[in-house]
């Protein structure tokens, strides 16, 4: 029985990789050509997930203990604690070496080449696999996992339903910059992960400067409007200028530009599939964008694919796998990454006049005066909420 992957970040690569080492035949595709080409993510998570999800070391850029925020009115908010709370992955490094594990576990690893789905029955696919350098294959395969991300490709060339319009998508579009800084530039974002809230900022989203071994710097920003399409990246490109002028950041070397989409539904109801059809990491929702996160999640969706795949293979029918899968992704993000997905789109869809900006200043302050830095970490990469009780369900309705 052969499983082909199409699309290799995170959650393809993972899922290859499980799948290998399990004995059975894959083939993970990607359409890059090489792992550091568009390193479109900030790649921070907490340290305690990227040890439990046994991230490569390799990818490994930086550690932060603190916590930044510069609130609507420009003042800087610091929480810190004694030990590393996270971690900031080079997320071309992240890719090369989740790859090289799929290789190693026995994985065909295809790059430069993009998966389209010929037919799709309930036993099995014909796909075509396009490389950049003109060949075209055609292959027969038991199941084919959509893991390209949140462009979600094969689903939507199949017509699987999208997210409904009572779930809409909730998308942000991302542009990042990586930086050279030096020793004295760098200093004031050492250490910590540094996020920009308010509509000085950016409207309906935010900004960051995350640190990166060598004195680099990731600075991005990020927009998730109610509109699809609203804001065009030229004004996304002209908010991060500003923010680097801001920051006293523009003289520096700028060593790669990147971007990218993330998106979810909240309630998480969409179809994950079709016949031999799945899907897993962001284009199955799994990313949470109350921080902007998806890289655990989208390992985490993989895994439970693989476990029930490796143990439904006696089952024929493509449907009741799907249907254990969905499942198992319900139990497994459960109430607290929803309702971390519901104060997301409170958040952004809400932050675009100065009375949001003043919501927002009061909870920053709230935070300041009751929370540690652990606390910060709990709530947002733990969904931990309740602490916050009555105050967060008066700011969700
Ligand atoms: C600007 C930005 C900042 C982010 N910051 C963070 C962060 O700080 N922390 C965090 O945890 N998450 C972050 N994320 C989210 C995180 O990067 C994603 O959730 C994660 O990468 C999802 O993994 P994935 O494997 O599902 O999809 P992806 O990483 O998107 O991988 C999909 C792959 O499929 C390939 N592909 C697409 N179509 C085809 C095709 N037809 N055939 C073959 N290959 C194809 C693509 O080239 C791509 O490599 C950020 C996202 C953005 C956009």
Redesign the pocket.
Same mark, same amino acid.
């Given at each position: 029985m052969t499983f082909l992957v199409?699309?290799? %970040?995170? @959650?393809?690569?993972r899922l290859a990789t499980a799948l290998a080492e399990a004995g059975r035949e894959v083939i993970l *595709?990607? +359409?890059?050509t090489d792992s550091h080409r568009?390193s479109? #993510?900030?790649?921070?998570?907490s340290r305690c997930e990227a040890l439990r999800l046994n991230i490569p070391q390799s990818a490994w850029s930086a550690t932060w203990s603190g916590w930044q925020v510069l609130d609507p009115s420009g003042h800087e908010h610091q929480w810190w604690d004694a030990n590393p709370l996270g971690v900031v992955l080079d997320?071309g490094r992240l +890719?090369s070496a989740m790859w090289s594990r799929a290789h190693a576990a026995g994985a065909e690893v295809v790059t430069g080449? =993009? &998966? +389209?789905i010929e037919s799709l029955h309930s036993d099995g696919a014909h796909v075509l696999l396009q490389h950049v350098d003109g060949r075209r294959q055609h292959r027969h395969v038991k199941w084919v996992i959509d893991? =390209?991300? #949140?462009?979600r490709?094969?689903l939507r060339q199949v017509s699987v339903p999208q997210p409904s319009t009572a779930d809409p998508l909730l998308e942000?579009v991302?542009?990042?910059w990586l930086l050279q800084a030096d020793d004295r530039v760098s200093a004031r974002w050492l250490d910590r992960i540094s996020f920009f809230l308010g509509t000085r900022w950016i409207p309906h989203g935010y900004g960051w400067v995350?640190p990166m071994e060598h004195n680099r710097l990731k600075v991005?920003v990020?927009c998730l409007p109610p509109q699809h399409g609203n804001g065009s990246k030229s004004d996304l490109l002209a908010r991060l200028q500003a923010l680097l002028r801001n920051c006293k950041l523009e003289g520096c070397a700028v060593l790669d530009r990147h971007?990218? &989409?993330?998106s979810s539904s909240i309630a998480r109801q969409e179809s994950l599939g079709s016949g031999a059809l799945l899907a *897993? %990491?962001? @284009?199955a929702s =799994?990313?949470n964008l109350l921080?902007?996160?998806?890289?655990?999640?989208?390992i985490d969706s993989a895994d439970l694919l693989a476990e029930t795949l490796l143990n439904s293979e006696s089952v024929d029918q493509a449907d009741a796998i799907r249907q254990t899968y969905e499942q198992a992704l319900h139990r497994w993000f459960g109430w607290r990454w929803r309702v971390a997905g519901k104060l997301a789109r409170r958040t952004w869809w809400g932050l675009d006049s100065s009375s949001a900006d003043r919501r927002v200043e009061r909870i920053i302050h709230g935070l300041s005066r009751t929370s540690s830095a652990r606390d910060l970490s709990n709530l947002l990469f733990q969904y931990r909420f309740e602490r916050y009780g009555l105050r967060l369900l008066r700011y969700l309705i």
């Open positions: 199409a699309g290799a %970040g995170p @959650a393809g690569a *595709v990607e +359409r890059l568009n479109f #993510s900030s790649a921070a998570l997320f +890719r080449c =993009t &998966v +389209r893991a =390209t991300g #949140s462009s490709c094969l942000g991302g542009v990042e995350f991005g990020c971007g990218g &989409v993330v *897993v %990491g962001d @284009a =799994t990313a921080g902007g996160e998806g890289i655990r999640h989208a």
